[in-house]
């Protein structure tokens, strides 16, 4: 177990006002290692701290006690997920949630995912893939995506709904769920009736696959950056990139989940992450918050 996995809001309480004793710079709150290599390459050197949490509950409380405690130059950046389409988004003027589901999905809307495709896929293959489908790898990855995505969020309904009526609702671990056991990758395509199937009988034994298709059609429209998990996204890309889209057998560049994760991380443009909306409400809380900095804002 990792010292950010044994972390407890509280103690992140204390971590940080000890650290107020040696550091008078901004702390940034960031749930997980992932999201702390981003942000290696964008705050400001010497003048932000940035604090792993281990989590997101340990996040969002953590900023609570310190809210609470009127602690001045504090910052969490968690993943939206699905707050802002259920409106469970905690208020708090130290907090700034991701614009889509996650920062994965923010990265991956930008040239982020271009060079990805540039450096492991076969620019033929694509085109053809392109061409055949009528669509861009953009947007049948979204489409993909979607499979796992929508399911999530019904399950993250039905654990809203538990906490209402009190009642005691399994904790759902979709990494039982991988989009490898259940992605053709002759085809790039999503086994549906399959995900579907191995969930009911692990989850929703009280449905019938008819019946859960229906709720998750039932599901409201939403933006799909919304909707769907970065790492579902990268997953699937990784599949697509070993015979779909990727080199001819025998000449693959080795396009694993991992060198995926990090290319995306690495490559959104300076200019391009200034401009996104998660940036400027970065910069909205610096200039409410003088003198504390996150990041520079120089394109």
Not at 203 to 224: G, S, V
Request: with cysteine; charged share 30%.
């Amino acid at each position: 177990m990792s010292s950010s996995e044994k972390k407890t809001p509280a103690i992140i309480e204390v971590e940080i006002i000890m650290q107020r004793l040696v550091h008078k710079g901004s702390f940034l709150l960031l749930e997980g290692s992932d999201d702390s290599k981003f942000w290696n390459l964008h705050v400001v050197k010497d003048k932000c701290e940035k604090v792993i949490c281990g989590g997101k509950t340990n996040l969002t409380d953590a900023i609570e006690l310190l809210d609470g405690k009127q602690f001045s130059g504090i910052l969490g950046v968690p993943d939206d997920d699905f707050d802002s389409l259920e409106n469970t988004q905690l208020s708090s003027t130290n907090l700034v949630y991701t614009e889509t589901h996650d920062l994965e999905c923010l990265l991956l809307k930008s040239i982020a995912f271009d060079k990805i495709l540039a450096e492991y896929g076969d620019s033929k293959k694509i085109t053809e893939f392109e061409r055949t489908h009528h669509k861009t790898v953009r947007e049948a990855l979204l489409e993909r995506g979607l499979i796992y995505g929508r399911l999530r969020w019904l399950a993250f309904r039905w654990w809203l709904a538990s906490r209402q009526t009190l009642t005691v609702f399994p904790k759902i671990k979709f990494d039982r769920f991988q989009p490898s056991d259940f992605t053709d990758e002759r085809t790039w395509s999503i086994k549906e009736d399959d995900l579907y199937e191995a969930f009911i009988r692990e989850y929703a034994r009280h449905l019938t696959l008819d019946a859960l298709r229906l709720e998750i059609a039932q599901l409201p429209n939403a933006d799909p950056l919304k909707i769907c998990q970065g790492h579902d996204f990268v997953k699937i890309l990784a599949i697509g990139l070993k015979q779909v889209l990727g080199p001819p057998a025998g000449k693959t560049k080795g396009a694993s989940h991992d060198k995926i994760a990090s290319l995306l991380r690495q490559g959104i443009e300076r200019a391009e992450f200034c401009d996104t909306l998660l940036a400027k409400k970065i910069v909205e809380w610096e200039n409410r918050n003088t003198p504390y900095r996150i990041f520079s804002t120089a394109k």
